[in-house]
């Protein structure tokens, strides 16, 4: 199952993409005869689990041949990110084997390097990332993203993913300069709307086995990353086991799990060429669409 959030008269709302177009699921639920139980918010989605989804499905279809208007193209929507609202963002450094070696890296990791990124940073598909006035580098990186679907302590590897509830585009966008100013990344990965994530957020039955999936970045139609999440030195489930043994993860919380190579910093010093304001940037990774955004520098429109 594919869900979104989109913008209704100033408010997040879900959404749920289906052949005939995206559901408006709080306005289907409330005209659609005798609905049932229905998750409307994007907490009760993940509440509910698989019997939300199941519910979706039956409502999507009631709605088409009852309330056919509450079906809207794509292409006219307001895109908010695919998780709204959560606890913590936590992203893995260094993940792709490749990725280490153009950075330079004298070893691999031999635990998964993690840092934290704050919500003010989420963004949706299409919005503008907008490039602050303390930076002039600025990077892409585009990156497969967990989220956890139940609370989780303390999992052991083999029962992570159940603990998951799908997956998304996600572009950890960073700030070279800020980030290597100290031995602190924060500064870097945290300035406002560097972590863009969607459209989609795909339920985990749709997407298999999540380190067997293509991943790509663009820059105005241009191909930057080319890699697969098979690349990864930890494996997701790897990952949420790790993550949760050193603390509690909620639902709705996103784990980012690195990026591959051929991000501007990985480049030789003389042909980097950071982001700069009207630039496209596309994260695209197999089974779960085509995440964009536009630069733009701060205080310009």
Excluded at 209 to 237: K, W, Y
Excluded at 239 to 268: E, F, K, N, R, W
Excluded at 272 to 283: H, K, N, P, S, Y
């Amino acid at each position: 199952m594919k869900t979104l959030m989109f913008r209704r008269e100033g408010q997040l709302v879900l959404g749920l993409l289906t052949t005939g177009g995206v559901l408006d699921v709080a306005r289907a639920a409330a005209e659609v005869p005798d609905p049932g139980p229905v998750p409307v918010t994007f907490a009760q989605l993940l509440a509910t689990g698989e019997a939300g989804r199941e519910a979706l499905a039956c409502l999507a279809d009631r709605a088409a041949v009852v309330c056919p208007a509450l079906f809207f193209p794509e292409e006219g929507l307001a895109f908010g990110p695919c998780v709204p609202d959560c606890q913590k963002i936590i992203s893995v450094g260094l993940n792709y084997r490749q990725h280490a070696q153009e950075t330079k890296a004298k070893e691999l990791p031999r635990e998964p390097i993690l840092f934290g990124k704050f919500a003010h940073t989420l963004a949706g598909h299409r919005e503008e990332i907008v490039i602050p006035e303390p930076t002039s580098r600025v990077d892409y990186e585009a990156e497969l993203a967990i989220v956890i679907g139940r609370q989780a302590k303390n999992i052991p590897r083999e029962q992570a993913l159940a603990y998951v509830y799908g997956y998304c585009n996600a572009n950890d966008v960073s700030a070279r300069d800020l980030q290597l100013k100290t031995t602190q990344w924060m500064l870097g990965k945290n300035c406002d709307g560097f972590c863009p994530v969607g459209p989609y957020l795909v339920s985990k039955d749709e997407v298999g086995d999540p380190n067997q999936l293509t991943i790509r970045c663009f820059v105005n139609g241009e191909v930057r990353q080319d890699s697969h999440t098979s690349d990864m030195i930890f494996s997701c489930a790897e990952i949420v086991s790790y993550t949760s043994a050193h603390m509690t993860l909620y639902p709705g919380d996103i784990i980012i799990t690195g990026t591959p190579a051929g991000v501007i910093l990985g480049q030789p010093k003389g042909q980097r060429v950071w982001l700069q304001a009207g630039d496209e940037v596309t994260v695209e990774i197999e089974k779960l669409g085509r995440l964009t955004n536009t630069m733009r520098q701060a205080g310009r429109r």
